[in-house]
C-alpha cells in the first residue's frame, strides 16, 4: 500500500512540475526571460533575435511564441551556457529558422550530439570574448570548470545585467551529484 501512495504522489507531482505555467518577463525594454524555475533568455538587436539557453523543446516552444509577440525580427544566433542537455535540447526549433548555435569550446568538447542535442556551429575560447551583433553587444565570462564544462555567464553593457545559468540556484540542492561538476573551483 505504501510503494503504491509513494507512486500515485510521485505520478502526481510529474504533473503538477509539467504543468506549471512558462512567463515571459521583461526585463528591460529589449531583453526578457522566458520560463517558470528555470529560464531562457532572449534579447533583441536591430536586426536579430539572440536566444540563450534554449532548454528543452517545450521551453523553446515557449520561447519562440513570446519572441513572436515582441517582434517580427528572426533569431539568428543561440548561445549554450554550457553542456547539459537539459539546456540545449531545445534548439532545433531555432535551427530550423537557420539560427547559429554558439557556445564555449569547453562545453563543446564534451556535448554528446543526439537527435535532441545538436552541436554548435560556432566556438569561442578563453576566459572572455565580446559578441557585436547588430547594434547591440553581448560580454561572455567564463571562469572555469563549475557546474558543467564550458559554463558561460552572460552580460548586456546596454542595460549592466548578467545572465547566469545554474550557478545561484535558490531553493534547490548543490549540484555536486553531477558527474561534471566541480563546486571546489
Known sequence: MRTKITVAIAIFVGFLVQAQEIKTIKVQNNLYMVGDRT??????????????????????????????????????????????????????????????????????????????????????TGSDTIYSIGNKQIELFFYGRNHGDGMTVFRFPEHNIVFTIDLVVPDRVLYAYLPDADPKN
Open 39 to 124: 529560464y531562457s533568455c532572449f534579447y533583441v538587436t536591430d536586426d536579430q533575435v539572440v536566444v540563450i539557453d534554449p532548454l528543452d523543446a517545450r521551453h523553446a516552444e515557449a520561447t519562440m511564441k513570446a519572441i513572436n509577440k515582441v517582434t517580427d525580427l528572426p533569431v539568428k544566433t543561440v548561445f549554450y551556457s554550457h553542456n547539459h542537455w537539459d539546456h540545449i535540447s531545445g534548439t532545433q526549433i531555432f535551427k530550423a529558422e537557420g539560427a547559429t548555435i554558439i557556445s564555449h569550446e569547453k562545453a563543446a568538447e564534451t556535448i554528446t550530439p543526439n537527435p535532441d542535442v545538436l552541436m554548435p556551429d560556432q566556438t569561442w
